[in-house]
């Protein structure tokens, strides 16, 4: 089993390993998670190729980090949480397991992936982007990061939000 790095009153995070595939699969399959993500739902081939990649950047140490999120009561994956550095900054974000969804899991994830980025990885600010009409995600993020402001993602071609925090931010409300 893979150490954990992240632990919460419920969840703990870790590296992904293969025999997570078919909690993977259920993630990265599923029409409603992938919904605002801006990428089709995976094939079951396409997510364990997916998988294989992720777990190669354990390795390369890049910059590019997602985690499985698991119940402490029983192990279940609950979802995945990232922090992706590269030059538009250090995004954070996540993705639930369908039959997680309204249990409060995104927050408890975001919060621990804020904290690990700045107390762990001494990142110096996080951002998050999300699709506007994603409003369970945006009810997160408003809960976990108060600094957003409205924005159009070319890339998707949608209103987002962006939502950024600073380590000093950070350090200033965790007092």
Not at 135 to 146: A, E, G, P, R
Request: proline residues 1%.
């Amino acid at each position: 089993m893979s150490t954990i790095l992240i632990k919460s009153e419920r969840l703990y995070g870790r590296e992904l390993q293969i025999s997570d595939l078919p909690s993977f699969i259920d993630l990265q399959s599923n029409t409603k998670v992938m919904r605002f993500v801006g990428k089709n739902p995976m094939s079951a081939k396409e997510c364990e190729a997916d998988l294989e990649n992720i777990i190669r950047h354990y390795k390369a140490q890049d910059g590019f980090r997602v985690w499985g999120f698991f119940q402490l009561a029983d192990d279940q994956m609950v979802g995945t949480g990232a922090i992706i550095s590269d030059n538009k900054g250090n995004e954070i974000g996540f993705r639930l397991r369908e039959k997680f969804w309204g249990n409060g899991y995104g927050v408890e994830i975001t919060q621990n992936l804020i904290k690990y980025g700045f107390e762990h990885l001494n990142l110096d600010n996080l951002f998050a982007e999300v699709d506007q009409k994603n409003i369970h995600s945006v009810k997160v993020l408003d809960k976990t990061i108060s600094n957003k402001k409205a924005i159009w993602n070319e890339v998707f071609q949608s209103d987002d939000y962006y939502y950024d925090l600073s380590k000093s931010t950070y350090e200033k409300n965790r007092h």
